[in-house]
T-cell receptor, first 113, second 110 residues
């Protein structure tokens, strides 16, 4: 099935550093979502984006809906140890009753205290 | 308000055995989904439902069946488990563009 291109695949950073990750697609999406998954848990929604060019923040996290509607970016500022986990992007085309998401393979983040 | 719950949390099956995974939600969402997550494969959609009494196939439906007899429950069945079905299974619910996930069921098929 279709998947989003999410990069980087993994990151190892020092506490306090900023982090950037992105998702790209050959298709246009109407919604972009960013999730975080902690070990042994289900993904948790971080940020939802609904409009091209939209920039939305959730604490130290900021995400943007690309103006081409084919990409999205997530930034984490001043990372802390609890930011460790896997970050997933997901896009939705929203056709009729179709509410299926297309997923990236995730970015695994490790933070060195 | 429990959100999305899944039972059981862990299960070990022998090849050929059957089992049912239960997902329950108290968020009054119309849409419910079953995913499996395997290392390096991300989240893959097995089946989904757009409302009570409806089901539809996702990306990897073979070997699984589902039922949505009540709006708040979505059941995933394995009729004859195979080792390839060893995975972590997540249920999710949604009312529109977002999905909210349960804690997962870790299934091992020997």
């Amino acid at each position: 099935g279709q998947q989003l291109n999410q990069s980087p695949q993994s990151m190892f950073i020092q506490e306090g550093e900023d982090v950037s990750m992105n998702c790209t697609s050959s298709s246009i999406f109407n919604t972009w979502l960013w999730y975080k998954q902690d070990p042994g848990e289900g993904p948790v929604l971080l940020i939802a984006l609904y409009k091209a060019g939209e920039l939305t923040s959730n604490g130290r996290l900021t995400a943007q809906f690309g103006i081409t509607r084919k990409d999205s970016f997530l930034n984490i500022s001043a990372s802390i140890p609890s930011d460790v986990g896997i970050y997933f992007c997901a896009g939705q085309k929203r056709a009729g009753n179709n509410r299926k998401l297309i997923w990236g393979l995730g970015t695994s983040l490790a933070v060195n205290p | 308000n429990a959100g999305v719950t899944q039972t059981p949390k862990f299960r070990v099956l022998k090849t050929g055995q059957s089992m049912t995974l239960l997902c329950a939600q108290d968020m009054n969402h119309e849409y419910m989904y079953w995913y499996r997550q395997d290392p390096g494969m991300g989240l893959r959609l097995i089946h989904y439902s757009v409302g009570e009494g409806t089901t539809a196939k996702g990306e990897v439906p073979d070997g699984y069946n589902v039922s949505r007899l009540k709006k708040q429950n979505f059941l995933l069945g394995l009729e004859s488990a195979a080792p390839s079905q060893t995975s972590v299974y997540f249920c999710a619910t949604g009312s529109g563009d977002t999905q909210y996930f349960g804690p997962g069921t870790r299934l091992t098929v020997l």
